[in-house]
């Protein structure tokens, strides 16, 4: 086993990382390399110049998306991670972020600046780019996005949620037909990130939102024709056919030239493959129907003896952006028919927090990462990711430990029969459903053997891999769950993107969900503090002060267990070798710059 360990160590030393660290412009060589795109004026056009080299014109990249693809197009309705990158494919905001440094950097605005007191945001938009219909983008469509959207509460309305402060919404106004302005109550610290936001064409959006929120639930739905569709990013849905595939042309009105003029992107399609889950994945890209995968751990070991001989490269991004959690059913309330969200024996189990506690040392993450990841990770006590500017260091890892564990069951009044069985101290036997979303073989890994470690406490766990709608269902509707295992993308720079999942009457708060009408409701006392700390950490604009706030916030979780964070895996990709202008990060991933990836020799 020593042996083991020590190969895969070396394994992933072998991969050549993409990104060391998130905030430092001194990343490898991978990173370095990468030519950040400049603003160039031409006969009165703003456009972003790529700085990349030079390539060839046509072709296509395959990637793929597993599960039952996407449940919308609309980015303003979109919450699942697919919905969100197909959206993202066709919709630019006013800033991105650097792949390399983390910082805002210019798209759909060519500069911006922000006031000395920090709270007034003037964007200067590009002059003379269009939508994909030929009709200008201008500041209307930013002001009618943000006012008559996001500000409004049209779709998902997460992202209007994390950026309240102190019960106000940030204001913006039109200066010209190229100049906006946002203001926010206060300084923000968080609010420049969220400017990254999908900006609407307003004469498309515009008659859908007078039809009100119960028709924009739909509005560009999958059903929608590909001809319906007018963007302002790299590519257009072509083509979407359900279970399938998802199929994007290039947009011949982007924003974005080479060095000789030539409208970018280069390639003509781009397709994601729903594939479904990731064994059919792999056997996609080994039979060369895929061009680019992100490999498990138990898979790299293979790809690395073949990429010798093969026509594809590895990339090591590092720790994923994103977390891997086990989470517990907090709802003790009752439905508007007087009914328990969940049973009310189940109630008393997962409110104690000696109960939630036991499950955490009994959870052999080490084994994890070792049988599922292939080592190639490490276990994980936090919910910010191992890669995280804002990560809690002084909280510190343990191994599983059973004894302690059954410990923790006794202080509660719990006890094991003779055949080993759990019961409360009402005689009630331990049993509940453990969920995760079917297809994903790794968080089906992880399903099992958390159901086998638990099984050692003499719970009984009903392991139940379902659809993910269906689980999505479960968990923000019907609130009908006892745990499940399931993942949050995230980023490593800013926790504030979480705060819809740690404020009590957010969106995704999803181990204590609240319907609307129920606000913040049985309010406990950790999680009114999470509702502090998140509203005084945005308020903060030091990172001094601010990390103080968010090593709070992860020392709650750490105490309180409503989420049991199990792994970080590393990221590591694979691309065939044809295609040219390759600059993997780990903020930006493999094809963040897809407009510049193009076919070569």
Request: with cysteine; charged share 25%; glycine share 8%.
């Given at each position: 086993?020593?042996?083991?360990?020590?190969?895969?160590?070396?394994?992933?030393?072998?991969?050549?990382?993409?990104?060391?660290?998130?905030?430092?412009?001194?990343?490898?060589?991978?990173?370095?390399?990468?030519?950040?795109?400049?603003?160039?004026?031409?006969?009165?056009?703003?456009?972003?110049?790529?700085?990349?080299?030079?390539?060839?014109?046509?072709?296509?990249?395959?990637?793929?998306?597993?599960?039952?693809?996407?449940?919308?197009?609309?980015?303003?309705?979109?919450?699942?991670?697919?919905?969100?990158?197909?959206?993202?494919?066709?919709?630019?905001?006013?800033?991105?972020?650097?792949?390399?440094?983390?910082?805002?950097?210019?798209?759909?605005?060519?500069?911006?600046?922000?006031?000395?007191?920090?709270?007034?945001?003037?964007?200067?938009?590009?002059?003379?780019?269009?939508?994909?219909?030929?009709?200008?983008?201008?500041?209307?469509?930013?002001?009618?996005?943000?006012?008559?959207?996001?500000?409004?509460?049209?779709?998902?309305?997460?992202?209007?949620?994390?950026?309240?402060?102190?019960?106000?919404?940030?204001?913006?106004?039109?200066?010209?037909?190229?100049?906006?302005?946002?203001?926010?109550?206060?300084?923000?610290?968080?609010?420049?990130?969220?400017?990254?936001?999908?900006?609407?064409?307003?004469?498309?959006?515009?008659?859908?939102?007078?039809?009100?929120?119960?028709?924009?639930?739909?509005?560009?739905?999958?059903?929608?024709?590909?001809?319906?569709?007018?963007?302002?990013?790299?590519?257009?849905?072509?083509?979407?056919?359900?279970?399938?595939?998802?199929?994007?042309?290039?947009?011949?009105?982007?924003?974005?030239?080479?060095?000789?003029?030539?409208?970018?992107?280069?390639?003509?399609?781009?397709?994601?493959?729903?594939?479904?889950?990731?064994?059919?994945?792999?056997?996609?890209?080994?039979a060369k129907e895929l061009d680019v995968i992100g490999l498990q751990g138990a898979k790299v070991a293979r790809y690395k003896s073949l990429e010798p001989h093969s026509d594809f490269k590895l990339h090591n991004l590092g720790p994923t952006n994103g977390t891997m959690y086990l989470s517990v059913n907090l709802n003790n309330r009752k439905d508007k028919d007087g009914k328990y969200y969940v049973n009310p024996t189940k109630q008393k189990w997962f409110n104690d927090i000696n109960f939630r506690t036991a499950i955490d040392y009994t959870i052999d993450r080490r084994n994890m990462v070792f049988n599922i990841a292939n080592g190639i990770g490490a276990p994980l006590h936090t919910p910010e990711s191992l890669n995280s500017i804002y990560l809690n260091k002084e909280l510190k890892a343990f191994e599983k430990d059973t004894q302690k564990a059954k410990e923790y069951l006794e202080k509660s009044g719990f006890y094991t029969d003779k055949k080993g069985h759990l019961y409360d101290k009402e005689n009630n036997r331990v049993e509940f459903d453990l969920y995760?979303?079917?297809?994903?073989?790794?968080?089906?890994?992880?399903?099992?053997?958390?159901?086998?470690?638990?099984?050692?406490?003499?719970?009984?766990?009903?392991?139940?891999?379902?659809?993910?709608?269906?689980?999505?269902?479960?968990?923000?509707?019907?609130?009908?769950?006892?745990?499940?295992?399931?993942?949050?993308?995230?980023?490593?720079?800013?926790?504030?993107?979480?705060?819809?999942?740690?404020?009590?009457?957010?969106?995704?708060?999803?181990?204590?969900?609240?319907?609307?009408?129920?606000?913040?409701?049985?309010?406990?006392?950790?999680?009114?503090?999470?509702?502090?700390?998140?509203?005084?950490?945005?308020?903060?604009?030091?990172?001094?002060?601010?990390?103080?706030?968010?090593?709070?916030?992860?020392?709650?979780?750490?105490?309180?267990?409503?989420?049991?964070?199990?792994?970080?895996?590393?990221?590591?990709?694979?691309?065939?070798?044809?295609?040219?202008?390759?600059?993997?990060?780990?903020?930006?991933?493999?094809?963040?710059?897809?407009?510049?990836?193009?076919?070569?020799?």
């Open positions: 086993m020593i042996i083991g360990v020590l190969c895969k160590a070396c394994l992933v030393k072998d991969v050549p990382t993409s990104s060391k660290n998130t905030t430092s412009s001194t990343e490898n060589s991978l990173a370095q390399t990468y030519p950040t795109p400049k603003n160039v004026t031409i006969d009165g056009i703003d456009y972003l110049q790529s700085q990349a080299p030079i390539g060839k014109f046509g072709g296509e990249l395959i990637s793929s998306t597993l599960g039952e693809g996407p449940k919308t197009f609309n980015p303003f309705n979109s919450k699942d991670n697919t919905s969100s990158t197909m959206s993202a494919v066709m919709y630019d905001g006013l800033l991105s972020t650097n792949p390399v440094t983390g910082q805002p950097s210019p798209k759909l605005a060519k500069s911006y600046s922000i006031s000395p007191d920090g709270k007034t945001y003037t964007f200067e938009l590009r002059k003379g780019i269009h939508w994909s219909d030929g009709k200008p983008i201008t500041a209307d469509d930013i002001v009618f996005t943000w006012n008559d959207i996001i500000f409004a509460g049209y779709g998902d309305t997460s992202l209007r949620d994390s950026i309240v402060i102190e019960g106000k919404l940030p204001t913006v106004r039109k200066i010209d037909n190229y100049t906006v302005e946002f203001t926010t109550p206060k300084p923000y610290a968080p609010f420049i990130r969220v400017l990254s936001a999908s900006i609407a064409p307003k004469h498309i959006f515009m008659p859908a939102i007078k039809k009100g929120k119960k028709y924009f639930d739909s509005f560009l739905s999958t059903n929608t024709k590909p001809e319906d569709f007018v963007v302002s990013g790299a590519f257009k849905l072509k083509e979407y056919v359900p279970a399938q595939r998802v199929v994007f042309e290039k947009n011949p009105n982007y924003y974005e030239i080479n060095t000789n003029g030539d409208k970018l992107p280069y390639l003509e399609r781009l397709i994601y493959l729903i594939v479904g889950d990731q064994n059919n994945e792999v056997l996609k890209f080994e995760t979303n079917a297809g994903n073989t790794e968080r089906e890994a992880i399903g099992v053997m958390v159901k086998q470690d638990l099984e050692e406490l003499g719970m009984k766990v009903n392991f139940k891999p379902i659809e993910f709608n269906s689980l999505v269902n479960k968990l923000v509707s019907t609130f009908d769950w006892d745990m499940v295992i399931m993942g949050l993308t995230g980023s490593p720079l800013e926790p504030n993107g979480g705060k819809n999942v740690w404020l009590s009457n957010g969106r995704l708060h999803m181990f204590n969900m609240r319907t609307p009408e129920e606000g913040k409701a049985n309010i406990l006392p950790w999680e009114k503090e999470l509702d502090e700390i998140f509203d005084k950490g945005a308020l903060a604009t030091k990172f001094e002060d601010r990390k103080k706030y968010y090593d709070r916030y992860q020392e709650i979780i750490y105490e309180q267990r409503p989420m049991i964070y199990i792994y970080s895996p590393v990221v590591i990709m694979a691309i065939r070798d044809k295609f040219k202008n390759i600059y993997p990060s780990s903020l930006g991933g493999i094809t963040h710059n897809i407009e510049e990836i193009y076919i070569g020799e």
